[in-house]
T-cell receptor
Framework: AQTVTQSQPEMSVQEAETVTLSCTYDTSESNYYLFWYKQPPSRQMILVIRQEAYKQQNATENRFSVNFQKAAKSFSLKISDSQLGDTAMYFCAFMKIQGAQKLVFGQGTRLTINP | DTEVTQTPKHLVMGMTNKKSLKCEQHMGHRAMYWYKQKAKKPPELMFVYSYEKLSINESVPSRFSPECPNSSLLNLHLHALQPEDSALYLC???????????????FGPGTRLTVL
């Protein structure tokens, strides 16, 4: 079975700062996806970024980038130039590529961006 | 367009009521999901439909009954719920890339359910 661990229940930074959210996972699979989703107070779960395990290059989406360390089973999210709208709960998630279509979520990190 | 819609946004029901939640997507996705999310917790998978057939039921009580009438619609019928079933119910869809493999799941805004 796969597990996902987010060790930071809450984080708080000032606007425009850079913040890194941690995520580790455990799996015996060799092919899988990793995701970061954000869930603002409006409740909508929004995809932030996706990483395919077979790709060595770290994924980036504008101000969001990941540091994917496959051997260490680590998948951290870096948010650059943080904005007030980045305030949300952030979930790290794992999914096997083949077989069961199940997202395994971490417990989440509540991120607050202060003005 | 990566939009998944859910209706209603809020639902309050008694333990003897029968109600339904609706989810719709027009992205051509052939996999659809129901999740339950309690406050300050991650979503928990309930059901998965793949090509309009139920492929995963995560041992959900029979008072929750899913239905997939076509490739764009997913319903969740509710009957004789308990107060502990109060939660945010999220729908998601994804595009199976090939065979049993799947792609990114896109979520709807959810239905906030309160059972009195």
């Amino acid at each position: 079975a796969q597990t996902v661990t987010q060790s930071q229940p809450e984080m708080s930074v000032q606007e425009a700062e850079t913040v890194t959210l941690s995520c580790t996972y455990d799996t015996s699979e060799s092919n899988y996806y990793l995701f970061w989703y954000k869930q603002p107070p409006s409740r909508q779960m929004i995809l932030v970024i996706r990483q395919e395990a077979y790709k060595q290059q770290n994924a980036t989406e504008n101000r969001f980038s990941v540091n994917f360390q496959k051997a260490a089973k680590s998948f951290s999210l870096k948010i650059s130039d943080s904005q007030l709208g980045d305030t949300a709960m952030y979930f790290c998630a794992f999914m096997k590529i083949q077989g069961a279509q199940k997202l395994v979520f971490g417990q989440g990190t509540r991120l607050t961006i202060n003005p | 367009d990566t939009e998944v819609t859910q209706t209603p946004k809020h639902l309050v029901m008694g333990m003897t009521n029968k109600k339904s939640l609706k989810c719709e997507q027009h992205m051509g996705h052939r996999a659809m999901y129901w999740y339950k999310q309690k406050a300050k917790k991650p979503p928990e998978l309930m059901f998965v439909y793949s090509y309009e057939k139920l492929s995963i039921n995560e041992s959900v009580p029979s008072r929750f009954s899913p239905e997939c009438p076509n490739s764009s619609l997913l319903n969740l019928h509710l009957h004789a719920l308990q107060p502990e079933d109060s939660a945010l119910y999220l729908c998601a869809s994804s595009h199976p890339t090939s065979g049993a493999s799947t792609d990114t799941q896109y979520f709807g805004p959810g239905t906030r359910l309160t059972v009195l």
